[in-house]
């Protein structure tokens, strides 16, 4: 099938087809020898889908790699596979308890203004010029989980 057939059926773009293979996570398609264009097989699909399922679970490319790798080899020990859910897991509930600091946090900002007053009047402009003890905590970096930041001391 072509990149557009194969990107129709799993429901990615084209553009999302050729950046896996460029990461290495779908290996590339044979050329059709008359016109160049891109051929997939059933065994693309069935990755295409893989690679898409554990997206849709948040984890990285380096994660998927490591199941990617590990589903050629089935006489080996799941354990590893094991370990790296256990640590997604373990990323995940961290970036559930920096949310619900953040919903804390925005929740209060908010408690701020309960009126359309003058922007010079408001209270969530008044309290966001106020430095707070966040800013002299360790900057933030960004987690392994897409979107998400986490102080440097939480995130390893």
Do not use: W
Not at 6 to 24: C, F, M, P, S, W
Request: charged share 25%.
């Amino acid at each position: 099938m072509k990149i557009g057939e194969l990107a129709k059926q799993v429901g990615v773009t084209v553009e999302t087809i050729r950046y896996y293979e460029n990461e290495g996570l779908l290996p590339p398609a044979l050329r059709n020898p008359a016109n160049n264009y891109r051929r997939y097989d059933k065994g693309h699909l069935e990755r295409l889908i893989f690679i898409r399922r554990c997206r849709t679970l948040a984890m990285t490319h380096s994660e998927i790699k490591v199941l990617l790798q590990a589903r050629i080899q089935p006489d080996n020990s799941c354990e590893t596979i094991n370990e790296l859910i256990d640590e997604h897991i373990h990323h995940v509930q961290a970036r559930i308890a920096e949310l619900t600091i953040l919903e804390t946090q925005l929740i209060e900002l908010r408690n701020q203004c309960h009126a359309a007053l003058t922007t010079r009047d408001c209270g969530i402009l008044r309290e966001l010029d106020h430095p707070t003890d966040e800013l002299t905590e360790a900057p933030l970096v960004q987690s392994h989980v897409a979107g998400s930041q986490c102080k440097t001391h939480q995130s390893k």
